[in-house]
């Protein structure tokens, strides 16, 4: 594709994904199209090869492909399908002084003042009964259905000094008049089913603004949930365009807004389970799994922060970050970003022979930095591992800036990394070629011969004998087998 075609192909993934739901959805809909088939965790797995994914809670996905050779290491790109939002507390609505609201409670880290004055929709999944059995559906109210109207600036002077918004009173949405049809009869209509088998429902306030193009020649792109459906997008597109005789894995997760820790977050077991599980299902066993590990190289693909217009001295000058400037390749010395110094080298290095511009992003000494899907996994599954992204503007706004350049750019250097010959050949070193051994020129430390001990100075009074006859000569002790002594040893250090 063009990069006019991959920043319309990004708008229409961000446009169908408006809740974390939706967004699996929409890659579950891609990955059946290029081949790959559903497995269910709760089945035996039996394989020799083939295209398969996995997914759990309805909004996280792992998919991989795998060889009929054994799996050495895995080629991996990490994602979250979640965004900052809010999610209703409710179906039947509350009222409230004549009208009827929506209770809501805040997910993630917003900034909460982008939400107001803005026509907002409702997304996510119901669950609901059918006979005897209980199962969720895809809900996507696509109108402009909620508002979350401010206070007049003549009720609140200081409005524009600073304001301390409370969730529980600033940012409830106005659903409708006192008397209003409920929220759950309106879904049931749109899920044709009865009021009272609509059980539950996990819903998400959704920004009614589609993803749209701007600046003088559309360099820009302003869209609710960039952060992080953009590298989910780039990410799956690297994945399909990667050769299928190549092990590799694409991983969407969820809940990474707050901390990572439910059954589909990056804390979880998810990927660990399902890569080890199809080493297992090829016949191999704990031992090739854990060999397939380490032998591992990832990509934990979050967006970054671009240096603002307004705000340039927030940012560290060290990095100059832009808008439509490369991809984003993060460092944190408190290691909340897992790239380090042999792995960010591997990362740029494959840009390098791919034309593909790099920027470097760290945060200022005195900022301590989000954290993102990486070092979280490593809890359960350690890889060595790069964080990347592409730069935005907004992080956690109701609508976020990033640069159309920059989507293809991130898609590309996805593509580049599956389609790479990128190969562990032992810890620390790498090949670029696909080579099993080290290079002719790796230096190897061989440990020095110890010293020797001086042979002693005989004595010539201790060791007279005075005349007594000599002994009798005893036996030769019987030959062990040749071999290194025990002090013996060379233990080779590749020196990258």
Known sequence: MSHTELVQD???FLDESPSPWHGADSARRRLEAAGYIRLQETEHWHFAAGKYYVMRGGSAIV???????????????????????????????????????????GYGGMIRYSWLDRPLGLAGRAVVRRGDVIETRLVNLAEDLL??????????????TG??????????????????????????QRLDVAPDDLLAADLNLVPRQKAVRLGPEGEYLAAPRIDDLECAWATLLGFLSGPEDSPAAWCLLDHEEVGSGSRQGAQSDFVQAVLTRAILAQGGDAQHAAQAVAGSFALSADNAHARHPNFPEVSDKAANVVLNGGVVLKYAASQKYTTDGLTGAVFTELMRRADIPVQVYTNRADQPGGSTLGNLLTHTMCIPMVDIGAAQLAMHSAVETTGAKDAAYLAE????????????VREGVYSLTGETAAPDDVQVYRSPEPPQAPAPVADEEATRTFDRPAPAPEAAPEQAPAGPKLDEFDTPIFFQ
């Open 147 to 160: 508002i979350i109207p401010s206070l007049a600036i003549h009720m609140q002077r200081d409005v524009n």
């Open 413 to 424: 250097a996805c593509k580049a990394f599956y389609c790479s010959d990128l190969h562990c």
């Open 10 to 12: 990004l708008c229409t």
């Open 163 to 188: 304001h301390n918004f409370n969730p529980a009173v600033d940012l409830q949405p106005l659903y409708g008049p006192e008397g209003a049809l409920p929220l759950r009869s309106l879904l049931a």
């Open 63 to 105: 998919a991989f492909r795998i060889p009929a050779s054994p799996v050495h290491g895995w080629k991996i790109a990490l994602a979250h399908s979640d965004s900052p939002s809010w999610r209703v507390k409710g179906l039947d609505g509350q009222p409230a002084a004549g009208y009827t609201r929506l209770p809501v409670e």
